[in-house]
């Protein structure tokens, strides 16, 4: 049962369409987002619906565990019941998955969570982005989608929300 859902992300509208947001960006695509109300709190933006908190961390991607075990303390939430949705160079663009556990594949934002929580027996929503073709991994993260990339995005982050929503009502 998932009673905490964390959507990682980068404050700032600078920020805002990049890759490395594509947590908050499902966050709003979410059926019901519309009746959340987000107050700030344990260093994000957090939100309760149906037994249910959403958290948006405020602390910027590589540290986020900050945010993350200060709502779970609250709660009391074990690490068994927390969804962690994030973006995933190891995925191909176009690939959306859940899955328990696992490598980090050099996410910053999950290594801190892990080590804030002490597992990464969580599970994960992962939002494919791919490689980088050119340039680094930091500028591709930070980046906007390319424009190809944008014609599909919508579609995607719609399947990334019903997957939140399907996971949640489990």
């Known amino acids: 049962m998932v009673r905490l859902v964390v959507f990682l992300g980068n404050p700032g509208r600078e920020h805002e369409r990049t890759r490395h947001n594509v947590g908050w960006m499902i966050a709003d695509g979410l059926s019901f987002a519309g009746e959340l109300v987000w107050k700030e709190k344990f260093k994000g933006m957090v939100?309760?619906?149906?037994?249910?908190?959403?958290?948006?961390?405020?602390?910027?991607?590589?540290?986020?565990g900050e945010s993350v075990v200060a709502c779970s303390t609250f709660y009391r939430i074990a690490f068994e019941e927390l969804l962690v949705v994030h973006d995933d160079m190891e995925l191909a663009f176009e690939r959306v998955e859940v899955r328990k556990g696992g490598g980090l594949g050099g996410h910053n934002g999950l290594k801190d969570v892990v080590r804030a929580l002490g597992s990464r027996e969580f599970e994960r929503l992962r939002f494919g982005i791919s490689r980088p073709a050119r340039g680094t991994p930091t500028d591709h993260v930070l980046g906007r989608f390319a424009p190809d990339e944008e014609t599909f995005l919508p579609v995607l982050l719609a399947k990334a929300a019903r997957l939140v929503e399907e996971r949640v009502a489990k």
């Open 47 to 64: 939100a309760n619906r149906a037994g249910t908190t959403y958290l948006k961390p405020l602390t910027y991607m590589n540290r986020s």
